[in-house]
C-alpha cells in the first residue's frame, strides 16, 4: 500500500493554481471566443490586406498605378519613408508603427479588368490569405461585385476607382466604403462649365459604354446638360472594350448633333476619342457651332493614351497632383520620391483608402468590422488632398470637392497634360442619398 | 444619303482588312488543304512587328539635368531619341512615319516566320484529316499569343498615325459635293487604299508570274503538275509565306486603327473565317468579295435607323449572313463545286 503524505504548502500550492486556473479560464475561452467572432481575425499576427486590382485588361494601367498607392501606404503606415499624408491628415491616429503596434501584411491579385476574376480573387483573398480587408478596382462591375462578396463573407472593402452612381446607390453595401467621386457630381461638376464654355443651346451625342458605369455616368450627365437646356438627340450605347469605335463614330456626323459625350473610360477612351478626333470632329461646324467634343471622367493616364486628341477637352477629375493644398503636395513629393513621377487619380484614391481603413482600426483599437465600419461613417477629415472630407454614413460615400479639368495645350511633359479649370464645392456635390436606393443592412458580420 | 456614304467608307474600310486577312486564310487553304487556325497570330505577329519596329527607333539616351527639379522635388531626366539624335530631323520623320515604315520590316520578317511554319510543322500535318489541322493550328496560335505576351505584355500598344495624315478628308470635297458634308478619316481610307493595292498584288501575281500559274495548276491538280518534274510542294511553302506577308502587312498598318495587344489575332480570326465560308472555301476572289460585303453590311447594320428596328443587329449580322450563306449554298458565294460542301 502506498502512503499519501500532502502537506500543508503543497496543499496550499494546489489550491492557488486551481483558483488562478478557474479565475482564469473564462478570460481565455472568451479571448479566443471573440477571436472567432468576425472573418480572418488577425489575432495576434499581423494584418493582411488584400490589394485586388486590374494588372491586365482594359483597365490595367490604371489598376497598376492604383497598386503603387497601396505599396506605398503600407510602407508609411509601417513607419518607412516620409510619412505622406500621415503628416497632413486631420484628425490622424495612426503613429507609424502599423497597425494597433502590428506590422501591415498584403497580397496582390489581378482582377484582369473582369468582373467575376475581381470576385474569385477577392474571395481567394478572404479564404485562402486571410485578408482582413479588401480593396481596389478600376471599374463599377468590379467593386459591386467585391463590394457584395466582402458584405456576404464580413469582411471591408474599400473601393478604388468606381465613379457609377450604384456603388454607394442601389448597390450600396455595409461593408463597402467608396472615397472616389461619381457620376452623379461629376454632372453637378461640369455642368456650370460647360453652360459657360459652350452655352445653353446644345445637341448632344452620347456613345456609352455598355456596362453599369456607363448607364449611370449617362444619366448624370443627360440631367445635368438637359437641366441647362441641352437637347440629347441620341445615346448609343458600345461594347466594353471593342476598339475600333468607327461604326459607331461615322452617324454621329449626320446626327445633327454638335457635341459628342463620351461616355468612356480607360482604353475605351484611349480609343474612341482620337478616332472621334480622325473624323474631323474638332474641327467640325454643326448647327452653326463649333462641334465639341466632351469627357466627362477623365484620368491622367487616359489623357496621355489618348495624345494630341485630349487637348481643350473638358472633363472632370476626382483628384489632381498638381493641387496646391498641403496635402496634395505631401503625397506629389512622397510618391514622386517613390517612383519618379507624380500619382495620378487612381494612386491617390489607393493610398487614401488604405490609410483611411488603417486609421480607422487604429480609432475603433480593434479590426472587429462593425466597429471599424462604425468608426468610418459619418467620419469628417482633411489634409488628404480634396479639401474637408466627410465619409457619409447613410451611403458610404465621400463628399469633398470635385475638380473639373481640360486637356493641356501646351504641356510641358507627360505629367501635365490635365489642367484644372474648375473646382465645385463640397455642399454643390452633396445629394439626398435616397435618390438612388438601396440597403446597406447590417453590421453585424457574417462568417467566411 | 450623306449618312449612307459616310458608311459605306466605313464599311469598305473595315471590309478591306476582313478580305487581306481572309485572303491568306484562303490562299493557304487553296494551296495546301490546311485549314489554318494560326492565321490570325500571323495578323498579330504583323501588328507586333509595327510595335517592335517603333520600339528600336524609339530607343532613348536618358540624362539627368541636377540643376532642374521636377515639382515632385526629383531632378529632371532628359530624354533623347537616339534615332533622332543620330539623324536629326530625319530621325523625327523617321519614328513620326514608323508605321508605314515597318511594313519594309514586316515583309522579310513574315515571310520567315510563315516559311518556318510551314516547314517546321503544317507540313507534317498535310494528310491529316481537318480537324487535327485545326487542333495543331489552334495550339499554334495559343503559343505564338503566349510568346508575345511575355515580350510585350498584355495590354494594348498604341501607335500612332503619322502627324500629317492624323485628319479627316473632305471625301464629299472631292466629289463636289458641299465642304465638310461628307468627312471621313485619312488614314482609314489609305488604309482602304492599301488593301486594294496589297489585294491586286496578289492577284496580279498568281495571274501574270510563271510562278502564280504554276501554283495556280498546282492547286487545280497537283500529281499532275508534280509529275511534270516541278517541286510543287517548295511553291506552295512559299504561297504559305506570302499568305503569311499578306496577313502581317495587314496587321501592322491596322495598329493605328486599333491597338493591337496578343489577343488581337484571335478576333480578327473568327471573323475572317466567315468571311471565307461565306466567300467559298479556297476561292480568292471569293474572299475579297466576302471581306467587302460583310464589311458593308456590318456598317450599315449600326446605322441608328436600323438599329431602332433590330437592337444589337450589328453585333450579330456577320453570323446571321454567315448562316443564311451555308444554308442556302453550302460552297460559299463563289466556292468550287464539292469543296467543304458536305
Known amino acids: 500500500m502506498t502512503e499519501q503524505n500532502i502537506g500543508r ?24 471566443g471573440y477571436a472567432q467572432e468576425f472573418c480572418n481575425n488577425p489575432g495576434d499576427k499581423d494584418p493582411i490586406f488584400g490589394f485586388n486590382v486590374p494588372q491586365t485588361g482594359t483597365y490595367a494601367e490604371e489598376g497598376l498605378e492604383q497598386l503603387k498607392g497601396y505599396e506605398l501606404a503600407v510602407k508609411h503606415i509601417n513607419g518607412e519613408g516620409d510619412g505622406g499624408l500621415m503628416n497632413t491628415m486631420k484628425p490622424m491616429a495612426l503613429k507609424g508603427n ?13 482582377t484582369q479588368t473582369n468582373t467575376d476574376a475581381a470576385r474569385d480573387g477577392a474571395r481567394r483573398m478572404i479564404e485562402r490569405d486571410g485578408a482582413i480587408m479588401v480593396t481596389g478596382c478600376v471599374t463599377t462591375g468590379e467593386a459591386v461585385a467585391q463590394q457584395a462578396l466582402c458584405h456576404e463573407l464580413g469582411v471591408i472593402y474599400m473601393s478604388g476607382l468606381t465613379h457609377g452612381n450604384d456603388t454607394t446607390g442601389k448597390d450600396k453595401r455595409r461593408y463597402g466604403f467608396r472615397h472616389f467621386f461619381n457620376g452623379y457630381q461629376s454632372g453637378v461638376a461640369i455642368a456650370p462649365i460647360l453652360a459657360e464654355e459652350y452655352g445653353r443651346e446644345r ?32 445615346a ?94 505631401a503625397f506629389t513629393n512622397s510618391y514622386g520620391a517613390a517612383y519618379g513621377e507624380p500619382p495620378s487619380q487612381s494612386a491617390h484614391t489607393g493610398y487614401v483608402q488604405t490609410l483611411l481603413y488603417a486609421d480607422a482600426v487604429e480609432r475603433a483599437g480593434t479590426f472587429y468590422p462593425p466597429e471599424v465600419i462604425k468608426a468610418l461613417e459619418d467620419f469628417e477629415f482633411d489634409g488628404m488632398g480634396n479639401g474637408p472630407t466627410l465619409y457619409r454614413g447613410s451611403d458610404h460615400q465621400c463628399f469633398k470637392e470635385v475638380l473639373a479639368v481640360r486637356g493641356n495645350s501646351n504641356p510641358t511633359s507627360r505629367f501635365d497634360v490635365l489642367e484644372v479649370i474648375g473646382t465645385t464645392d463640397r455642399e454643390k456635390v452633396t445629394y439626398d442619398h435616397a435618390i438612388f436606393g438601396g440597403e446597406l443592412g447590417p453590421y453585424e458580420p457574417n462568417q467566411c | 444619303m450623306n449618312a449612307f456614304l459616310a458608311q459605306l467608307l466605313n464599311g469598305l474600310d473595315k471590309g478591306g482588312a476582313y478580305a487581306l486577312i481572309a485572303l491568306g486564310l ?79 520590316f514586316t515583309v522579310p520578317v513574315m515571310l520567315v516566320i510563315g516559311i518556318a511554319m510551314e516547314r517546321g510543322l503544317i507540313k507534317h500535318f498535310y494528310k491529316r484529316s481537318h480537324a487535327e489541322q485545326i487542333l495543331v493550328t489552334f495550339g499554334l496560335a495559343i503559343v505564338l499569343q503566349e510568346i508575345v505576351k511575355s515580350f510585350f505584355g498584355a495590354n494594348p500598344k498604341p501607335q500612332p498615325i503619322p502627324a500629317d495624315l492624323r485628319m479627316a478628308a473632305d471625301v464629299g470635297a472631292w466629289f463636289g459635293m458641299e465642304a465638310q458634308k461628307l468627312t471621313y478619316p485619312l488614314w482609314r481610307l489609305i488604309y482602304l487604299l492599301f488593301s486594294l493595292g496589297v489585294i491586286g498584288a496578289v492577284f496580279a501575281f498568281m495571274r501574270y508570274t510563271t510562278f502564280g500559274m504554276v501554283v495556280r495548276a498546282g492547286m487545280a491538280d497537283r500529281e499532275t503538275v508534280g509529275l511534270l518534274g516541278i517541286d510543287i510542294d517548295k511553291r506552295f511553302t512559299i504561297v504559305f509565306g506570302m499568305a503569311a506577308v499578306v496577313a502581317g502587312v495587314a496587321g501592322a498598318m491596322y495598329t493605328p486603327l486599333l491597338p493591337p495587344n496578343y489577343h488581337i489575332g484571335m478576333d480578327f480570326l473568327v471573323l475572317s473565317f466567315v468571311v471565307v465560308v461565306v466567300g467559298g472555301m479556297g476561292s480568292l476572289p471569293g474572299a475579297v468579295v466576302a471581306g467587302f460585303l460583310l464589311g458593308v453590311l456590318q456598317s450599315f447594320a449600326s446605322m441608328n435607323e436600323v438599329k431602332s428596328i433590330i437592337p444589337g443587329i450589328d453585333q450579330i449580322i456577320i453570323y446571321l449572313v454567315a448562316i443564311v450563306i451555308l444554308l442556302v449554298r453550302p460552297r460559299g458565294l463563289m466556292g468550287r463545286s464539292g469543296v467543304m460542301e458536305s
Request: charged share 15%; aromatic share 12%.
Open chain 1, 236 to 329: 448609343v450605347r458600345t461594347p466594353l472594350g471593342i476598339g475600333d469605335y468607327s461604326q459607331y463614330l461615322t452617324p454621329v456626323l449626320n446626327s445633327g448633333a454638335d457635341v459628342l459625350i463620351l461616355n468612356h473610360y480607360g482604353h475605351d477612351m484611349v480609343n474612341s476619342l482620337p478616332q472621334a478626333v480622325q473624323f474631323g470632329m474638332r474641327e467640325r461646324m454643326a448647327n452653326g457651332k463649333q462641334f465639341e467634343i466632351i469627357v466627362p471622367m477623365f484620368s491622367e493616364l487616359m489623357a496621355v493614351g489618348a495624345g494630341d486628341a485630349v487637348k481643350g477637352i473638358i472633363g472632370t477629375q476626382n483628384w489632381n497632383w498638381q493641387l496646391e493644398d498641403e496635402g496634395s503636395k
Open chain 2, 26 to 104: 484562303t490562299l493557304v487553304f487553296g494551296t495546301l488543304g490546311v485549314v489554318n487556325f494560326a492565321h490570325g497570330a500571323l495578323f498579330m505577329l504583323g501588328c507586333f512587328c509595327a510595335v517592335t519596329f517603333r520600339y528600336f527607333l524609339t530607343i532613348e539616351t536618358v540624362t539627368i539635368d541636377p540643376t532642374k527639379l521636377s515639382p515632385w522635388g526629383a531632378p529632371v531626366e532628359v530624354r533623347t531619341p537616339l534615332v533622332q539624335s543620330w539623324l536629326g530631323d530625319w530621325g523625327a520623320i523617321l519614328v513620326d512615319y514608323s508605321v508605314p515604315i515597318s511594313v519594309l
Open chain 1, 9 to 32: 504548502r503543497r496543499l496550499l500550492k494546489s489550491m492557488s493554481a486551481g483558483f488562478a486556473a478557474t479565475v482564469a479560464s473564462p478570460l481565455v475561452f472568451t479571448s479566443r
Open chain 1, 98 to 110: 502599423g497597425i494597433l503596434g502590428r506590422k501591415l501584411q498584403y497580397v496582390t491579385g489581378d
Open chain 1, 203 to 234: 445637341r448632344a451625342y452620347h456613345l456609352t459604354a455598355d456596362y453599369n458605369w456607363g448607364w449611370t455616368q449617362e444619366e448624370s450627365i443627360r440631367d445635368a446638360t438637359e437641366a441647362l437646356g441641352w437637347e440629347t438627340v441620341k
